[in-house]
C-alpha cells in the first residue's frame, strides 16, 4: 500500500495530477493534447510567443519527469508509441484520492483539480 507522503507527492504536480483525474473518466488517454491544463489550450498570442514557449515546456516536463515517474510508482502504463496512457497495475491505490478531489471540485481552487 502507497504511503501518504509518497501519494501527495504525486499529487503534488498540477500535470501528473490532471493524467490521473482524467484516467478516472476515461482510458486510455492520449498525450500531451488530453492533459493540458486548464487555459493553455491554443489562442491567439499577443505576448510574442511565450505562450507557445510555456506549453511546449509543460509538454517537455511531461514527458520528462511527471509519466516516467507516474510509470515507476505504476500507477499508470505508458505507451510511448501510441503515446497514449492508461491505469497502471496501483492505480487503484491512489483513485480514492482522486475520487474526494473530483466530486469536492466546487469546494477546492480551480488549479487543483
Given at each position: 500500500?502507497?504511503?501518504?507522503?509518497?501519494?501527495?507527492?504525486?499529487?503534488?504536480?498540477?500535470?501528473?495530477?490532471?493524467?490521473l483525474?482524467?484516467?478516472?473518466?476515461?482510458?486510455?488517454?492520449?498525450?500531451?493534447?488530453?492533459?493540458?491544463?486548464?487555459?493553455?489550450?491554443?489562442?491567439?498570442?499577443?505576448?510574442?510567443?511565450?505562450?507557445?514557449?510555456?506549453?511546449?515546456?509543460?509538454?517537455?516536463?511531461?514527458?520528462?519527469?511527471?509519466?516516467?515517474?507516474?510509470?515507476a510508482?505504476?500507477?499508470?502504463?505508458?505507451?510511448?508509441?501510441?503515446?497514449?496512457?492508461?491505469?497502471?497495475?496501483?492505480?487503484?491505490?491512489?483513485?480514492?484520492?482522486?475520487?474526494?478531489?473530483?466530486?469536492?471540485?466546487?469546494?477546492?481552487?480551480?488549479?487543483?483539480?
Amino acid at each position: 500500500m502507497m504511503g501518504a507522503s509518497k501519494m501527495f507527492g504525486l499529487l503534488a504536480s498540477d500535470r501528473r495530477r490532471r493524467v490521473l483525474l482524467l484516467l478516472c473518466e476515461e482510458e486510455p488517454v492520449s498525450v500531451p493534447d488530453a492533459v493540458q491544463m486548464r487555459g493553455d489550450a491554443a489562442r491567439p498570442s499577443a505576448n510574442g510567443g511565450r505562450d507557445h514557449d510555456r506549453s511546449r515546456r509543460q509538454t517537455v516536463r511531461l514527458y520528462h519527469a511527471d509519466l516516467p515517474k507516474l510509470a515507476a510508482a505504476n500507477l499508470i502504463e505508458w505507451n510511448r508509441d501510441a503515446e497514449t496512457v492508461s491505469r497502471g497495475p496501483r492505480f487503484g491505490e491512489i483513485e480514492p484520492m482522486l475520487d474526494v478531489l473530483g466530486d469536492n471540485a466546487a469546494r477546492v481552487p480551480q488549479e487543483v483539480v
